[in-house]
């Protein structure tokens, strides 16, 4: 028996991919997109307990978002989570030369959310009841200074659509958006063992998908050290806030 469907984008690696086991251990179908075709292959080839269906997915190209969305509500007969969690993590401080790198960051991780927005509310609006998940940044709360710059404005766009759709109240929709600390990845790979505060990806994973679970509003993840931190981001100046992140 099926929990339910969940849709999760960049499930290739990293944050999605743990998702991905998670809610498979919690007894939901998996609907799993990404650039890469083949690990999707091999996730799904490691949970022969439930029903997993991959997609190749670029989430910068429109038509395909709105395709594959489409592609995986006939097949599965409904979506009932969508979690919009395909990012990238380039960037460079601005007029530094590296327009190319924060263009590409903008467009995956802002344009693309969009997209993906568009394409779940598209499904959802058709039913009685779904959840719309974005992935959000701690360092969205804030500004960040030099190759962040970039990367911290788009999930702060991130979670900006998560708002104005919620405030919306579709009919059966709830909206989350969630905002991970550090939570060891593919994206941060490079970043050094010894980061204050940074988990592993299952542990950190294990709260993000709780606090789905609950249908949280908005979640910071792991809560600690991250909810005090948050609300010091929040009101600190920018001189502490820079010592800090």
């Known amino acids: 028996?099926?929990?339910?469907?969940?849709?999760?984008?960049?499930?290739?690696?990293?944050?999605?991919?743990?998702?991905?086991?998670?809610?498979?251990?919690?007894?939901?179908?998996?609907?799993?997109?990404?650039?890469?075709?083949?690990?999707?292959?091999?996730?799904?080839?490691?949970?022969?307990?439930?029903?997993?269906?991959?997609?190749e997915l670029d989430v910068t190209d429109d038509a395909a978002v709105f395709r594959v969305f489409r592609e995986f509500a006939a097949v599965f007969g409904r979506i009932d989570r969508v979690v919009v969690n395909a990012g990238l993590g380039k960037g460079a401080p601005l007029g530094t030369g590296r327009w190319d790198a924060?263009?590409?960051?903008?467009?995956?991780?802002?344009?693309g959310a969009l997209a993906q927005t568009e394409a779940?509310?598209?499904?959802?609006?058709?039913?009685?009841r779904a959840h719309l998940v974005l992935i959000s940044s701690m360092s969205a709360l804030r500004g960040m200074r030099r190759s962040m710059t970039t990367y911290a404005a788009t999930k702060a766009g991130v979670a900006?659509?998560?708002?104005?759709?919620?405030?919306?109240?579709?009919?059966?929709?709830?909206?989350?958006?969630?905002?991970?600390?550090?939570?060891?990845?593919?994206?941060?790979?490079?970043?050094?063992?010894?980061?204050?505060?940074?988990v592993?990806?299952?542990?950190?994973?294990?709260?993000?998908?709780?606090?789905?679970?609950?249908?949280?509003?908005?979640?910071?993840?792991?809560?600690w050290p991250w909810v005090p931190i948050g609300v010091a981001l929040r009101v600190l100046p920018l001189s502490f806030v820079r010592k800090m992140v």
């Open 1 to 55: 028996m099926s929990k339910g469907v969940v849709l999760i984008t960049g499930a290739s690696a990293g944050l999605g991919e743990e998702m991905a086991r998670q809610f498979a251990a919690l007894g939901y179908d998996l609907a799993l997109c990404a650039r890469r075709i083949g690990p999707l292959e091999r996730l799904r080839a490691e949970l022969p307990e439930r029903r997993v269906e991959v997609r």
């Open 102 to 111: 924060n263009r590409e960051t903008a467009m995956v991780n802002f344009v």
């Open 120 to 128: 779940a509310l598209e499904i959802f609006r058709t039913q009685e």
């Open 160 to 198: 900006a659509i998560a708002e104005g759709v919620r405030s919306e109240r579709i009919p059966g929709v709830d909206v989350s958006v969630i905002y991970p600390g550090y939570i060891r990845s593919e994206m941060n790979a490079r970043v050094r063992q010894g980061t204050p505060f940074m």
């Open 200 to 223: 592993d990806t299952p542990v950190g994973v294990r709260a993000m998908v709780a606090a789905i679970e609950k249908r949280k509003v908005k979640a910071y993840v792991p809560a």
